[in-house]
């Protein structure tokens, strides 16, 4: 059922690192992103699988995580993510990057279900130095990196709970659980 693998695809930030994705993974998953709608049908995202060890380790160093948890590092030390896709605009498709954001949200909201179907799991992160990005994975000039989605067999708990009464929508951790507040169905109905 959809909602089921909707219910397990969480943003992961913690794996257990001794299980490494290998890159026909990544290609199969990148197959279905192949699938997706596109805006005119121009199919301008292009994906770069990264298993590589040292790459792994690049990226890692150069995104950020969970900037609403204060006091903890995350991914925890020795539970980094062991595969990356980085979906990238092909400014040779078309040179406007900026205004194919959509596409980029649906092939990876479509990549990460793909994964929870195979157990595997990850985070979707969008903060990063696209420059860094590029340098450090010797992208050529013509590909924009526009998300990050970091991959692997996930090793911590996540729940998903009401929002508070305040509203405030803020993820947070207790004893070692992570807390997802979502809205309500009558919330984000327009009547
Ligand atoms: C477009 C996008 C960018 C995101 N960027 C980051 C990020 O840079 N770092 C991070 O730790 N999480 C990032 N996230 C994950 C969100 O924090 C996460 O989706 C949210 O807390 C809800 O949790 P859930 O995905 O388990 O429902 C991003 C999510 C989306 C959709």
Redesign the pocket.
Known sequence: MLKELLLRS??Y?SFDQSFRIDRKTLLELIDHARLAPSSINLQMLKFRPVTDEGECAALLAS?????KIKDQT?PPKGHAPTAYIVICADTEVIASAASFQKDV?IC?QTIMLAAAERNLGG??????SQDVLRRDLKLADRFVPM?VLALGKPDEV?E?TDLPADGDTS?YRENGVHF?P?RALEDVVIE
């Open positions: 969480r943003s930030r995104t950020k995580w969970a900037g995350l949200g990876a985070c979707m992160i969008g903060s990063f998300l996540i998903l993820y997802v979502k």
